[in-house]
């Protein structure tokens, strides 16, 4: 599936009840919110939210380097896989019963528009945040 990675590093728990660990960036506000939004919508507790801007975070666990997790938002799956962009936030809305929200953004055609666009707004995070009146802590998230 597009968006996909096997990772032979990872070694979860069997019994883990959550359908997928988002990687969010604590230091920039945008990654913050958009965590708590679905954090609040997680009754089920489908979610598995692990901040990348803490001390004692470390990539490497993931076969990641923190500057690729630094970069665009990751997701890792109960199996060891992992996604990253527009695909983590499906996965996430759907484990929250919200996935209809973002269907249309995995449908051909639109897919391509809609990652593209979450790629380019990932690189450009820092200035937008800026523009209205944000700005990353510590600048943690400049990539």
Partial sequence: RAGERA??????????VWRIRILYDGACPFCVREARFLKRRD???ALDLEDIAAP????RRYGLEQSTVEGCIHGILP??????GMEVFRRGYAAVGLGWVLAPT???GL???CDTGYAWFARH?????????RDCAKGRCEL
């Fill in 125 to 133: 995070r820092v200035s937008l945040g800026r523009m209205l009146g």
């Fill in 106 to 108: 995995g449908w051909p």
């Fill in 111 to 113: 897919r391509f528009l």
């Fill in 79 to 84: 199996d060891g896989r992992w996604v990253r």
């Fill in 56 to 59: 004692d975070f470390d990539a």
């Fill in 43 to 45: 009754h089920a507790g």
């Fill in 7 to 16: 990772m032979s590093t990872v070694n979860l728990p069997a019994a883990s």
